[in-house]
């Protein structure tokens, strides 16, 4: 494909379309997306040193041309070329914090955690942990035990709590008659209040750590063994 050129100076000197559209930040109607796209902001750069170079030789002395404008876009070429030094770094960097991600969730596995759940578990007169996360400070807070068939069996009056994880270990299951719970499964609703308006809380329910899975986008999640998959960041406490 045949392109036009440009004459530079007293002297007669050419310089091809290309050249120009590549100084100017223009691309060549004729030109394809792909060689567009697959020039680099160095290729971009050298190629302009080339024409400034050329030109400054054959400029006519007594019109010399204006750098300033020149000046301005190699100093662009510049900062996209650091632009893409900076996001090879930052691609680095997000690697080597994955790599890292992966390294501390292997450690979780075996151990008990507290992440978003509402499944409470029974058996021989035990409970397994459980807890609430607060968005912000309550004046009052409680937990609702409610057994397979949905039915109220206790109400736990935790009282005034600060924002952050508030854990519930060790707690003996019993109704509100003080009778024990039978074995069995129960689930948790919390209700937390400030000056009498309902505040957000959200239950958290025990569970031991059995491997770690890659979930989408690829950060690694915990594979836990009530059958859920939660992300690193989703743990709110461990155990």
Do not use: E, R
């Not at 030109?31 to 030109?55: C, H, I, K, P, R």
């Not at 459980?130 to 609702?144: E, M, T």
């Not at 069995?184 to 770690?212: E, F, K, M, R």
């Amino acid at each position: 494909m045949s392109s036009s050129s440009t004459t530079i100076g007293s002297n007669g000197t050419t310089v091809s379309q290309t050249l120009l559209d590549t100084m100017n930040g223009a691309s060549s109607s004729s030109s394809s997306t792909s060689s567009t796209s697959g020039t680099s902001a160095q290729d971009l750069q050298n190629t302009f040193l080339t024409l400034l170079v050329t030109q400054l030789k054959n400029q006519d002395p007594t019109n010399p041309a204006d750098s300033s404008q020149m000046t301005s876009q190699l100093a662009q070429i510049n900062t996209v070329s650091g632009i893409g030094q900076l996001n090879t770094s930052l691609s680095s960097l997000a690697t080597q914090l994955s790599a890292g991600q992966q390294t501390q969730a292997a450690l979780l596995i075996g151990s008990n955690v507290l992440a978003a759940g509402n499944g409470v578990t029974v058996s021989k007169g035990a409970s397994s942990s459980f807890g609430v996360q607060l968005a912000s400070d309550v004046s009052d807070l409680q937990i609702v035990v409610k057994n397979s068939s949905g039915q109220i069996v206790n109400t736990l009056d935790l009282g005034a709590q600060g924002a952050g994880v508030v854990p519930v270990t060790g707690w003996t299951p019993v109704d509100s008659k003080g009778a024990t719970l039978a074995d069995g499964s129960y689930t948790i609703t919390a209700q937390g209040t400030i000056n009498g308006q309902q505040a957000t809380a959200t239950t958290l329910s025990a569970s031991q750590v059995q491997s770690v899975v890659q979930m989408s986008g690829g950060a690694p999640g915990l594979k836990l063994s009530n059958g859920s998959t939660v992300a690193l960041t989703g743990v709110a406490s461990i155990l």
